[in-house]
């Protein structure tokens, strides 16, 4: 086996053997590459004596943890997963169905992943037609919100996806019930252009299975002119975790985000977050101020998060055109946390500007684990960004 074939074979395992942002994981992989970070988590290779401190290193902590290492930690969470290791079954069900499966340094590999810094993910199982490539960011925008939509939320999301596909854009969303659906259907509806993939969707779950069930004719639709994408293995099932991980792709391969409808704790917040935390633009669509389903957006509008937008006109202009990469905006934004790590700036966008809220409520919305939203806030603390009061812990107020 080739040393090509033995990345993509080991990257392969270590998806089904880690969780998406499994930060130990993917530390790992970074201190030592695929091949021996699958050999360490399967436990064929001892590791050095000096990995520790260098996993310290790659994940910015400090080290004095009282009992068991981080990585000691990581072997015990991966053991119960290492029996179940079978990449080349893996591989051969994404061939069978038409997929394949991308790594970093592929030709087709998007490079607008490559902002995520070590939340990168370690491969990407795609499926659709062979033909099409992902596009690039600047070419890409997701339409995000409720799966609960109104029919108020679905007249907006099918006007401004038919707008943005005629205007050359790719629609990015979850291929979930509601207002992904409905940017989906609108975006295969309306598109021209056969050399761009009509429509992307980033599942959570396998590509061998089509979820949710009852949209599984939409997904067959896009993966006939469009793409499927997930980070996770074929007979990978849908959980909370990894739909919120999953957010952090679609905002990453998204130059631009826009929530059509978001109810006050939708997963569609969590998305704009991470494309907040990663420096691109967010819209937002208002509505009525009596519907529960405009909550969210109205927050994001009312904390300054986002741009208010109402048609896919608007939508391009806060994207911007095709020649102008997102490089101006996104560096500006950035450089007042420069030198802030992956995890602190995705806690930063989870804190609310007013009222603070407890570290159990930023767990899921930050996607990291408790003792990692603790070390964060500290430090952020510690930077002037964020602040404890009597509600809890909320973003500091800029001079």
Not at 117 to 131: H, I, K, S
Request: charged share 20%; net charge negative.
């Amino acid at each position: 086996m080739d040393a090509v074939s033995e990345e993509r074979r080991a990257r392969a395992a270590l998806a089904r053997l880690m969780e998406p942002s499994d930060w130990v994981g993917l530390g790992l992989v970074a201190s030592v590459g695929p091949i021996d970070a699958l050999r360490i988590a399967t436990g064929a290779l001892a590791p050095g004596n000096g990995l520790e401190a260098e996993l310290l290193r790659v994940l910015d902590r400090r080290s004095g943890q009282p009992e068991q290492s981080m990585l000691q930690d990581g072997l015990q969470r991966w053991a119960p997963r290492v029996k179940d290791l079978a990449p080349e079954r893996d591989l051969a069900t994404m061939e069978r169905l038409g997929g394949q499966l991308l790594v970093p340094g592929d030709e087709l590999w998007p490079p607008a992943l490559a902002d995520l810094e070590l939340g990168e993910p370690l491969c990407l199982w795609v499926r659709g037609d062979p033909a099409l490539a992902v596009p690039p960011a600047n070419r890409t925008v997701a339409l995000v919100g409720s799966r609960d939509s109104t029919n108020y939320g679905n007249s907006v999301t099918g006007d401004i996806a038919a707008g943005l596909t005629q205007r050359g854009y790719c629609v990015v969303s979850g291929g979930a019930y509601g207002i992904d659906a409905q940017a989906h259907r609108s975006a295969l509806a309306a598109a021209e252009d056969p050399s761009l993939p009509a429509t992307m969707a980033v599942m959570a779950c396998g590509l061998d299975r089509y979820y949710p069930a009852g949209n599984e004719e939409l997904l067959r639709s896009i993966a006939a002119r469009g793409l499927l994408l997930a980070e996770v293995p074929p007979g990978s099932a849908p959980t909370r975790w990894r739909f919120l991980q999953r957010n952090r792709l679609i905002a990453a391969l998204s130059g631009t985000t826009v929530v059509v409808e978001a109810r006050w704790r939708s997963g569609a917040l969590n998305t704009a977050h991470h494309a907040a935390g990663l420096g691109r633009p967010v819209g937002a669509v208002p509505g009525s101020v009596y519907s529960a389903n405009s909550a969210g957006t109205h927050r994001l509008l009312r904390d300054g998060s986002a741009v208010c937008v109402t048609d896919a006109a608007e939508v391009a202009e806060l994207a911007g055109p095709f020649d102008a990469l997102a490089s101006s905006t996104p560096q500006e934004v950035l450089a007042d946390h420069d030198g802030l790590g992956v995890e602190d700036l995705l806690l930063l966008d989870a804190l609310p500007v007013r009222k603070g809220v407890s570290v159990d409520k930023l767990v899921p919305v930050a996607g990291l684990p408790a003792r990692t939203v603790l070390a964060g806030l500290g430090r952020l603390q510690a930077r002037g960004l964020a602040a404890q009061d009597g509600s809890g812990w909320r973003r500091a107020q800029s001079s």
